[in-house]
């Protein structure tokens, strides 16, 4: 099953509370105000047939939902399909109570006050669908609802020019504007809050990690060391005939591979103290991008590059840097090695969003990413190939991330894997 994100757990649990704690008793509040204001404007006479199946079907539905929220029995990743299921069952029961509720009782008359409830729908869209443009579809599929349960019964749209449905109609959408800016306000604290927990989360776990990878140097190192150093005495001193000269080859290799988990780690957990200085992340770009793909067996490697001219230079430690490149551009090659056309288009310019950001997009023409991966891919030790450590873009991330910048990465259309990386330029008041 596919690990959701910190954002996504978040909205389930509070989609969750939501439900338990308010929708649940407004919808049976929904159900009996409805129920004793059908009646009181019958008269308290015994309805229809129809309308007894319409509150009935609606109270059943109401009580298998509060049977599931309340006793524990949906699990997280049920929550949003049985919410979804419950807004569009309420908005058919409104929809059908207005139709029936002017045309059995009140003849052919637009008069019918159980289209208030149909704000409370809007409120609830607008806090369930975490897009504000799902919330405005569903606000003109009430809208259309509204509409057509007044057509049904007049067969033609005359009733538009009644001054009554505009009025209707005009509360529907300022309720629906004035939810859309409330929301989009909450929405963008929320996003916030969630940055900053997640910001808070990965330093403590850089903090267990750097504990960790003290004790780890200090105890593996040495021996690792010893070890490899007397494996590559004995491979050099051993004929290559000799059977047990591809024993002591790997067993150099993998004390080799070893040292240089324990390497990363340590950058991982404990970087080096930051040298920021000026530079010019086009010069940076251009070194890595060379020392990566110089050699002959990358000849069939093309490179595109897009480089907007007399860019502003940016503050930063070039060490680092370089490093989050180095790391992002030997995924780069890894992931093209089985690639009929290898090519590299790297862009930079400024951010189209943001002119005090410097953009540097690199897309290869790989595999690309794995839909199951995507959300994983920045997470320390997670990794897809045999002989990787699955840090490199953990410190990819934390470099970027600590010099002020963003990072994503996603796949590319057609084909490989896109990372788009945004850095504050630097100002002369910086």
């Avoid at 480089?307 to 180095?326: R, S, T, V, Y």
């Avoid at 930079?348 to 199951?372: F, P, V």
Wanted: charged share 25%; aromatic share 12%.
């Amino acid at each position: 099953m596919k690990k959701m994100s910190l954002e996504d757990q978040e909205y389930l649990k509070w989609l969750t509370r939501i439900e338990s704690r308010a929708i649940i008793p407004l919808k049976w509040a929904i159900f009996f105000i409805s129920l004793f204001v059908w009646f009181w404007s019958t008269q308290f006479t015994l309805p229809a047939v129809e309308i007894f199946i319409i509150f009935l079907l609606y109270a059943m539905f109401n009580v298998a939902q509060s049977y599931f929220f309340l006793a524990n029995r949906v699990t997280i990743q049920q929550v949003r399909s049985f919410c979804y299921l419950s807004y569009l069952i309420d908005i058919a029961f409104i929809t059908i109570l207005i139709y029936l509720d002017a045309t059995r009782y009140y003849g052919r008359n637009v008069q019918s006050d159980f289209y208030i409830l149909y704000f409370l729908m809007i409120l609830r869209g607008f806090a369930l669908f975490r897009r504000s443009r799902q919330a405005i579809l569903m606000s003109i599929l009430i809208s259309g609802l509204f509409i057509l349960s007044i057509w049904f019964r007049e067969t033609s749209f005359d009733f538009i020019r009644q001054r009554d449905f505009a009025l209707k109609f005009a509360l529907i959408w300022m309720v629906s504007l004035m939810s859309w800016f409330i929301v989009e306000m909450i929405n963008s604290q929320k996003m916030e809050l969630l940055r900053i927990r997640e910001s808070m989360l990965r330093s403590e776990q850089f903090a267990s990690l750097g504990q960790m990878a003290a004790g780890v140097a200090h105890e593996i190192n040495n021996p690792i060391s010893i070890i490899s150093a007397y494996a590559d005495y004995l491979m050099r001193n051993t004929s290559k005939d000799d059977p047990r000269h591809e024993d002591y080859e790997t067993m150099h290799k993998e004390a080799q591979r070893c040292a240089k988990i324990v390497s990363q780690l340590l950058n991982f957990a404990n970087p080096n103290a930051r040298q920021i200085i000026r530079q010019d992340l086009a010069k940076m770009n251009e070194e890595v991008l060379g020392f990566v793909f110089h050699d002959k067996k990358d000849s069939t490697v093309q490179i595109e590059k897009d480089i907007e001219d007399n860019l502003p230079e940016i503050l930063c430690d070039p060490i680092q840097i370089k490093q989050a490149l180095l790391n992002i551009y030997i995924n780069a090659r890894q992931a093209m090695e089985k690639a009929e056309e290898k090519k590299i288009h790297v862009q930079l310019r400024r951010l189209h969003s943001n002119q005090e950001m410097l953009n540097l997009i690199i897309r290869d023409s790989g595999s690309g990413i794995k839909k199951t991966d995507i959300g994983l891919i920045f997470e320390p030790f997670y990794t897809t190939r045999k002989d990787g450590t699955g840090l490199g873009l953990s410190i990819t991330r934390r470099i970027i991330e600590g010099h002020s910048g963003k990072i994503e990465i996603r796949n590319a259309v057609p084909c490989g894997a896109e990372v788009d990386i945004a850095l504050p330029i630097h100002t002369d008041g910086a």
